[in-house]
Structure formats: C-alpha cells, structure tokens
C-alpha cells in the first residue's frame, strides 16, 4: 500500500537556526498539508498545499514557517529562525481524489534546544 | 467553526474489559467526516475509520465498533476485551469542505487509553 514518508524521524537544533522538514508524499495525490502536535496535545493544522501554492493555512502559519514543493516529489516544510516553543512532532498528509481522505506520514518529533 | 470534544483525558482499564471513549462533535455543515486515530507511544497516527454524516450505520471491526448518532452529535469507539496493546491515546476528528476547497480535519484533545495486564 502506498504512504507518506517523512525525514528526519528526529531533529534536533538549536533555537535560532533553519530547519527543512521533508515529506514524500504518496505519488498520484494533489493535496498536502502539514500538521504539528505538541507533546501531549492535540494535533493542529498549520497548511494545505495545491497547484504550487498554499489554499489554506492556520493562525500558526507565521512568516517563519514556509512550504515548498521543490520537484515533483518531495514537499517541505522550512522554519526559518527556530525557537523553543516549535519543538513538535509535526506531520505531513496528503490526499488525492477521495477529498477527505487523508494520508499521514510518521511525522518527524523537532526538538529545539 | 468545527468542534471535536473528547472529555476522558485518560481511561484506565484492565486487560479484557471493554472501554468506551467518548467523541461529541460540532459543526454546521450536513456534508462531513468523522475519523478515529490510534497514536501508539511511537507517535505515528494509526487511521481506524472514517465515516461520512450521511451513513449512521454503526461498524465493527474485530474488537472494535463504533456508535455513530446524529441526533446527539456523537461518535463513540468501543473497544471489547481490551489488550494491553491498546494502550494509546486515541483522537477523534471531523473534517469539512473549508472554504479553500479542501478537508481539514479538526481534532479532539485525545483520550490516553491505559491497559493494564
């Protein structure tokens, strides 16, 4: 069955620095999309992706965060300038022609230090 | 705006007794989506079903079933006999068409499932 991929499974950086999250995302789909969990909490938006651009993003989506789907396979998700309150576990989905179904990646656990 | 409340924060049972976990949603839309995931301790999100508004039929799966109810917005999981291998914490969500055309699920605060052998 085909899935979602995400590398790293685990980053570690120091607050201040650029971090690239990246995500395969299963070949024939259309729509992506980022997610973070904090530890212990819930799981919350942050953007869809569709045609090159984003649809739709969340208050949490501030101009430190970026997407890009830099070929026709990987999409990513870049923090600018980290800081503490990042650390998350954040996931990548996609989805292709059934709109509400959604496939998650592993998710990559971000620890800012 | 969507609403997904999962009261239990955590369940505690012991092996083979059946649990409930308790999902009420809130939305305006007719058209929508109801999912249940499983986040073992590793972290990745197990997906265990999805049902549309306009299928009430309750479902079964092995050890688990789910309790749809339009009429009080509701989306309960049951798991029988549970095993210690259910320990998780277990989301409920809802997606709608938002308004940029896509379903964006909107998740509950989870329920921490703990099974004791």
């Known amino acids: 069955e085909p899935e979602v991929t995400q590398t790293p499974s685990h980053q570690v950086t120091q607050m201040g620095q650029e971090v690239i999250l990246r995500c395969v995302p299963i070949?024939?789909?259309?729509?992506f999309y980022w997610y973070r969990q904090i530890l212990g909490q819930k799981v919350e938006f942050l953007v869809s992706?569709?045609?090159?651009?984003?649809?739709?993003k969340s208050e949490i989506f501030d101009d430190q965060f970026s997407v890009e789907r830099p070929d026709g396979s990987n999409f990513t998700l870049k923090i600018r300038s980290t800081k503490l309150e990042d650390s998350a576990m954040y996931f990548c989905?996609?989805?292709?022609?059934?709109?509400?179904?959604?496939?998650f990646g592993p998710g990559t656990r971000l620890t800012v230090t | 705006a969507q609403k997904v409340t999962q009261a239990q924060t955590e369940i505690s049972v012991v092996e083979k007794e059946d649990v409930t976990l308790d999902c009420v949603y809130e939305?305006?839309?007719?058209?929508?989506?109801l999912f249940w995931y499983k986040q073992p301790p590793s972290g990745e999100l197990v997906f265990l079903i999805r049902?549309?508004?306009?299928?009430?039929q309750n479902e079964i799966s092995g050890r688990y079933s789910w309790n749809f109810q339009k009429s009080t917005s509701s989306f309960n999981f049951t798991i029988t006999a549970s095993q210690v291998v259910d320990s998780a914490v277990y989301f409920c969500?809802?997606?709608?068409?938002?308004?940029?055309?896509?379903?964006?699920?909107?998740f509950g605060r989870g329920t921490s499932l703990i099974v004791h052998p």
């Open positions: 989905a996609s989805f292709g022609t059934v709109p509400y179904e959604q496939y």
């Open positions: 070949s024939n789909h259309l729509y």
């Open positions: 992706f569709y045609n090159n651009e984003i649809s739709e």
């Open positions: 939305t305006r839309d007719t058209t929508y989506y």
């Open positions: 049902r549309n508004s306009f299928d009430e």
């Open positions: 969500a809802l997606s709608v068409l938002s308004s940029g055309g896509s379903y964006i699920p909107t």
